[in-house]
């Protein structure tokens, strides 16, 4: 922050003043000039921004600006700020930066999930495929940083220490999920996943956190949407319900140890902390993904060629799962960094119906009434949670 380096005038002295509010002889010094920057399109202000821009002009897609607390946030969290977009509502070039943003997220999100179970339905070993998605991640972010499109971040011991836990909880959120997209239905596992809610108010409750009625209730049609979806899912399979509840319990205490774990260290923007984790969770999976299934990547590799006939397909097919599961968290990370994060929970509740129904139009998943109501009593609960818990966060910022 730029400071105006102002020096008190020497003393002057001056007659006994007459008049009957008497002049203040406050040291010019003592004023608290360094606020100017904060006063919108003040000289000041705009010379920090110059300042800012010549130290870093490569800055990539405007991540950053969010606090370390928000940013490992996934699918369908707890953090909400009822108040409105202004500046998108105001702006109708930044509204549709905003709609690009989000039509490439959700994109980028069918993508993934299409070719991710097209990939595991001829190659149904998620512990390699989950590991290469998170290589492919870390590649990337290794160019970014190489190339300077992305600052690389001053890292030190203490932050790798602090990283340790989140990357351990992402890493068993993210394999858990792989391997109940290889045992149901996409639909299926995104319905499942949409109770991730229901763990967060849980464990938050457990370590001291306290939350409104409407909170609570909000969680419920999220349990009976879910029950419902469960036991009329025609291809139901024990593994990939509990893989999916696992991937949730994964997520939430990610992101509950990163609020704690990671306070001292806001400095770092969103997306390298996400490069990071990234990184520390794929040293984390590929030795014990040898472990679980090393000796059956050979066989089954075989295997997948006989059934495609192309190898160039399968490779193409484990290719993209790879690329887009980072460029679908990627576009996520920035629309956070652009939007308050209800509009993100909303945004990212629609995602997940958007990613349902395309699933089930790709594979023509056979789906009974009973349970397309369970998925939508499912999806509205989360839909209600995000407001309910917005709620709530303006009730305590305003207590503050």
Not at 41 to 68: C, M, Q, R, V
Not at 243 to 250: D, L, Y
Request: net charge positive; with cysteine.
């Amino acid at each position: 922050m730029m400071l105006l380096n102002l020096h008190p005038s020497p003393s002057l002295t001056l007659p006994k003043s007459t008049h009957k509010y008497p002049i203040s002889r406050t040291p010019i010094s003592n004023l608290q000039v360094s606020n100017f920057n904060k006063i919108p399109n003040h000289p000041t202000s705009k010379i920090h921004k110059a300042a800012i821009f010549l130290k870093n002009p490569y800055e990539f897609t405007n991540f950053g600006h969010k606090p370390t607390s928000q940013i490992v946030k996934s699918a369908s969290e707890s953090s909400q700020d009822p108040t409105p977009d202004a500046e998108t509502v105001q702006n109708p070039n930044k509204t549709l930066q905003l709609a690009i943003v989000f039509g490439f997220w959700y994109f980028q999100n069918i993508v993934f999930n299409i070719y991710n179970k097209k990939a595991l339905n001829i190659f149904p070993y998620p512990w390699l495929l989950a590991s290469f998605q998170l290589f492919v991640g870390s590649i990337w972010m290794l160019v970014l940083w190489a190339t300077k499109l992305q600052p690389c971040p001053k890292i030190d011991k203490s932050f790798i220490i602090a990283l340790l836990g989140p990357a351990l909880f992402h890493t068993i959120g993210h394999i858990s999920a792989c391997v109940s997209f290889s045992k149901v239905a996409v639909s299926f596992t995104h319905v499942i996943k949409s109770a991730e809610p229901v763990f967060s108010v849980v464990f938050s409750s457990a370590l001291g956190d306290t939350y409104p009625l409407s909170v609570w209730l909000s969680i419920l049609p999220i349990v009976m949407g879910c029950s419902l979806a469960a036991v009329t899912e025609v291809s139901f399979n024990p593994a990939g319900l509990w893989g999916a509840m696992i991937s949730n319990v994964g997520f939430v205490l990610r992101n509950i140890y990163s609020k704690k774990s990671l306070e001292n260290f806001k400095q770092v923007n969103g997306l390298n902390l996400y490069g990071w984790i990234t990184i520390l969770s794929f040293f984390y999976l590929f030795p014990v993904a040898i472990f679980v299934e090393g000796s059956q990547w050979v066989p089954g590799y075989h295997k997948a060629i006989a059934s495609i006939g192309t190898p160039s397909t399968f490779y193409l097919w484990v290719m993209i799962s790879g690329v887009f599961y980072h460029l679908y968290n990627q576009s996520s990370y920035q629309a956070l960094d652009d939007i308050s994060p209800l509009t993100f929970s909303v945004g990212n509740t629609m995602k997940r119906v958007v990613v349902i129904v395309s699933s089930v139009i790709v594979f023509r998943n056979p789906v009974r009434a009973l349970n397309a109501l369970g998925s939508a009593i499912a999806i509205l609960g989360t839909f209600l949670y995000s407001q309910a818990s917005s709620k709530k966060k303006a009730a305590v910022e305003k207590k503050d």
